[in-house]
């Protein structure tokens, strides 16, 4: 089945500063990556997803790149803000009535005011 | 709001008793996921089901066991249960076809 990666498992940044999330897949057969946002006692959240026809997607402060040949995806936030402190979780899946998200561990995103 | 609502938000009981976690998925979704999120196991799959059928298991306990209704809502029920289930449950659901998941705001068990 899928595997889905994370790293770093923490990342402290300052407010302003840029943070970059890494996630790897191991199927080569997915083709939709989602990240999600969780802040504390609340339910995860979309915030972008990204479908393998497509390199690179981008929503004001928050963009995704998929590179398929390395199988691994990023989650890229610029000019971060205290609110973006939360809980970021990558998954990959494929799409059809079949499918199921399979979830890296998640990344807690400190940003320092 | 997501629009999928989970009851009860929460619940505490006893190992070795069962519970009932429900979900109604949005209006129009025909696919229900059931994932367990611990402290330090993230966003773990249960199982799915589409429009009342299996459809994929992931790392659920053979004391644990889901069904979907015809009118679309999905039960988890967990049974005998020890210190290690206390979780929050989420149940998330799709469109057919599958784009995002929607999640709802989850069920957190305590068992003591």
């Known amino acids: 089945g899928e595997n889905v990666e994370q790293h770093p498992s923490t990342l402290s940044v300052q407010e302003g500063d840029s943070a970059v999330i890494k996630c790897t897949y191991s199927d080569s057969a997915s083709n939709y990556f989602p990240w999600y946002k969780q802040e504390l006692g609340k339910r995860p959240q979309l915030i972008i997803d990204i479908r393998s026809n497509v390199g690179e997607k981008k929503d004001q402060r928050i963009a995704v790149t998929l590179n398929k040949t390395a199988k691994h995806f990023s989650l890229h936030i610029t000019e971060t803000q205290p609110e973006d402190s939360a809980v970021y979780f990558c998954a990959a899946s494929l799409t059809g009535a079949n499918s199921k998200l399979t979830f890296g561990k998640g990344i807690t995103l400190s940003v320092r005011p | 709001d997501s629009g999928v609502t989970q009851t009860p938000k929460h619940l505490i009981t006893a190992t070795g008793q069962r519970v009932t976690l429900r979900c109604s998925p949005r209006s129009g979704d025909l696919s229900v996921y059931w994932y367990q999120q611990s402290l330090d196991q993230g966003l773990q799959f249960l199982i799915q089901y589409y429009n009342g059928e299996e459809r994929a298991k992931g790392n659920i306990l053979e004391r644990f066991s889901a069904q979907q209704f015809p009118d679309l809502h999905s039960e988890l029920n967990l049974s005998s249960l020890e210190l290690g289930d206390s979780a929050l449950y989420f149940c998330?659901?799709?469109?057919?076809?599958?784009?995002?998941?929607?999640f709802g705001q989850g069920t957190r068990l305590t068992v003591v």
């Open positions: 998330a659901s799709s469109t057919t076809g599958f784009t995002e998941a929607f």
